[in-house]
């Protein structure tokens, strides 16, 4: 039987590769449980497709993922290294039943994790991951025996993911940009440059050079000091930076400087507008967007639909809403239906850099109306999580520091689902006040549950 902690986070299975949740017979039993799940919905004559990004577990978790789905009669087909937005968009390509993403995202390489998609590039919804985690709960340890590689192969799942990129884009002229990509030593390695140079764009590489170990290490997202300086260094028009899985885009403009999701959405949203192809009057962000994106906006007559932290969160409530625009602050962009309402960190870039193009300006003049809010965001390691509203003292310090910020400052503190953090989100028109207030909450939660 399993522990008591949840099977799944934010973003689905995470931790050590090998350990927890992800030892061999963990994942197994997630496949025989995601295998249930398919036959309960009357999708077990359907193969489900395995890929993720380059980390050095990948084979392994693929492997005993592939074992487990056996077991309930599942055929798999492996695609290979693939962005996640690819796996997810192949599954109607293949006529498949799901899509198991192998992929820890933007943590280090000894991490790994799973993400389910179902049809049509959905991640599964609570009750569907509740089936699963319950079922891979219940059941009895599987008899032990070595892993038979059950996996069909199809490396041919890169081409059909980069013609569905470049059709869903309408095939743009890119001829006059030069643009620095970092990629991370991850799953867009080799589809990024090559995208890229199909729609014309002369493209600079640093990050792509992939060794099972390398994945985000000083590179990608998380490091767009990486690709500004390409940018500064070769006269790059913009600078893409993704994540291990290619599913997060952060951009530096001309000058080097950085572009994150709220920025993006501004620019794009601006562009749709004036174009009349802006649709549900407004965009779907998260708590964590930032109040100079909602009060941009708002200037344009325009609403920011506030959801928790979590892409399915934000397609769900496009969906909703009739909404074509969505996304986080990390460079989850999601262009609705263009892709299934999946974010993916290549598209986003082939977007901005399109509005780049027809309107003949640079970066950052496109961005020269977005003004960001100060904010500090901070993450305090832990050792535990009690309910933060039970903390003695906790709920009296945020009510004084809400007081302090005023109307138009905001407080968010949260733990990770992907990670042993609690983040601490401040926000406000005073950069000073801002900085001491995050530091305060932040203090406070390491005194009473830091990890040590």
Request: charged letters at 25%; aromatic letters at 4%; glycine letters at 12%.
């Amino acid at each position: 039987m399993a522990g008591t902690e949840p099977l799944f986070g934010t973003d689905g299975v995470r931790g050590k590769a090998g350990q927890g949740v992800l030892a061999p017979a963990s994942v197994e039993r997630i496949g025989a449980a995601l295998g249930e799940w398919l036959r309960a919905h009357g999708d077990a004559a359907k193969p489900a497709l395995l890929g993720g990004d380059t980390r050095a577990s990948r084979a392994e978790i693929a492997a005993a993922l592939a074992s487990g789905l056996s077991r309930r009669g599942i055929r798999t087909i492996d695609v290979g290294v693939l962005p996640t937005a690819g796996l997810a968009l192949l599954i109607d390509d293949y006529d498949a039943s799901c899509a198991a993403v192998i992929s820890a995202s933007h943590n280090p390489a000894d991490d790994n994790g799973i993400k389910i998609f179902s049809g049509h590039g959905r991640k599964l919804g609570d009750a569907e991951l509740a089936f699963v985690e319950e079922r891979w709960r219940a059941l009895d340890p599987l008899p032990r025996a070595p892993f038979e590689d059950l996996r069909e192969s199809h490396p041919e799942g890169a081409e059909r993911y980069l013609a569905r990129l470049v059709a869903a884009a309408g095939s743009p002229d890119l001829s006059r940009l030069t643009i620095a990509l970092d990629l991370a030593h991850g799953a867009a390695s080799v589809v990024g440059p090559e995208l890229f140079r199909r729609i014309g764009a002369r493209v600079i590489v640093t990050g792509d050079a992939p060794d099972g170990g390398n994945i985000n290490a000083g590179f990608g997202s998380l490091h767009p000091e990486k690709v500004a300086e390409l940018v500064r260094r070769d006269g790059a028009d913009f600078g893409l930076a993704v994540d291990g899985d290619a599913d997060r885009s952060i951009l530096v403009d001309e000058r080097g400087a950085v572009v994150d999701g709220d920025a993006i959405l501004a620019l794009v949203a601006d562009d749709l507008l004036a174009r009349g192809a802006l649709t549900g009057g407004g965009v779907v962000g998260t708590v964590m967007s930032n109040l100079g994106l909602e009060l941009f906006l708002r200037a344009r007559g325009l609403v920011l639909v506030r959801t928790p932290v979590g892409d399915r969160h934000v397609a769900a409530a496009m969906r909703e809403r009739g909404m074509n625009l969505g996304g986080e602050a990390s460079g989850h962009v999601i262009f609705g239906a263009d892709l299934d309402h999946l974010g993916d960190g290549l598209y986003t870039a082939v977007r901005v850099a399109e509005v780049l193009v027809r309107r003949s300006i640079p970066l950052s003049r496109a961005l020269a109306g977005f003004a960001r809010a100060p904010q500090a965001i901070a993450q305090v390691p832990v050792a535990s999580r009690p309910p933060l509203d039970r903390l003695p003292g906790f709920k009296e310090l945020l009510s004084a520091s809400e007081e302090r910020l005023g109307r138009e400052g905001r407080v968010l503190v949260r733990y990770s689902g992907t990670e042993p953090v609690c983040r601490v989100m401040v926000e406000g028109s005073d950069a000073r006040l801002v900085a001491a207030l995050a530091q305060e909450l932040s203090d406070f939660l390491r005194r009473s549950i830091g990890a040590p």
